[in-house]
């Protein structure tokens, strides 16, 4: 029912999903999650820097053929979340995703993290990074888990949620925390080069008293490349987005 809460079964995530006789190949279903560790006493300095969950496969099912399908898991957008009213149609009760379903870009996010699950997948441990800037200590962190099959036919999985009445087959969340508080990029944005010139950046992280940090970030652009020392190597004109981040924490600048 595209009405229907399940807060208290297993998560279905695919194609052809269903229970005994409302099992048909144009259903989908979707599972979604919230990890909150507020209540955990930390350091009053602490920053989210990562995250991971671990889910155990209950079952696979498949129609039509089904050979495989991938697990994706992105960041919820869409706010309020109560997890146990949200449905097809709502995020809570009397709001409305903006179309049924969720739509991408609106109701949710990038994906974090995907994997493949086959039939062999069965019983198995799936670890998702669910690392992204908006990662937060203080709140609830919510996200959906969107399967698709590959190929032919239509293919679903069943994970075990908290609701599993065997504590060691209930998903497991790895949070790592740090006292980086902040990234800085330099140069910053406003800088120019032409196709021939590469542009070299640093990156500088503090704590949230300003004292300056020591450790090495992960660069990323959305045009040309950037190597691991922060060394852009420019391709197509335009203004683009150059980012360092450790782990959740990010700074970004446009070139």
């Known amino acids: 029912s ?10 279905l995530v695919g194609q052809g999903c269903g229970n005994g006789a409302g099992i048909m190949f144009m259903h989908e279903c979707r599972g979604m999650f919230t990890v909150d560790i507020s209540d955990i006493p930390l350091p009053t300095d602490s920053n989210a820097h990562s995250a991971s969950i671990r889910f155990i496969v209950s079952n696979i099912n498949v129609l039509n053929g089904g050979m495989g399908m991938t697990l994706s898991v992105h960041p919820l957008l869409t706010l309020p979340f109560n997890p146990q009213a949200s449905n097809w149609n709502a995020s809570s009760a009397g709001n409305m995703w903006s179309t049924s379903g969720l739509q991408p870009g609106i109701d949710y996010g990038p994906a974090l993290d995907t ?71 330099n140069p910053g944005t406003g800088i120019s080069t032409d196709a021939d010139t590469n542009v070299s950046f640093t990156h500088t992280l503090y704590d949230l008293a300003g004292g300056l940090l020591s450790q090495s970030v992960d660069w990323s652009s959305d045009n040309g490349s950037i190597d691991s020392n922060g060394l852009f190597t420019p391709h197509t004109v335009g203004i683009w987005d150059i980012s360092a981040c450790f782990g959740a924490i990010c700074d970004t600048v446009q070139i």
């Open 2 to 11: 595209l009405s229907a809460s399940h807060p208290d079964e297993d998560i």
């Open 115 to 185: 994997i493949s699950i086959s039939m062999m997948s069965m019983g198995q441990e799936l670890w998702l990074d669910l690392t992204y800037p908006g990662l937060d200590l203080s709140t609830a962190n919510h996200f959906i888990l969107i399967g698709t099959t590959v190929g032919i036919g239509q293919m679903y999985a069943e994970l075990h949620s908290s609701e599993a009445s065997v504590e060691q087959i209930r998903p497991l969340v790895l949070f790592n925390y740090t006292n980086v508080d902040s990234v800085v990029i």
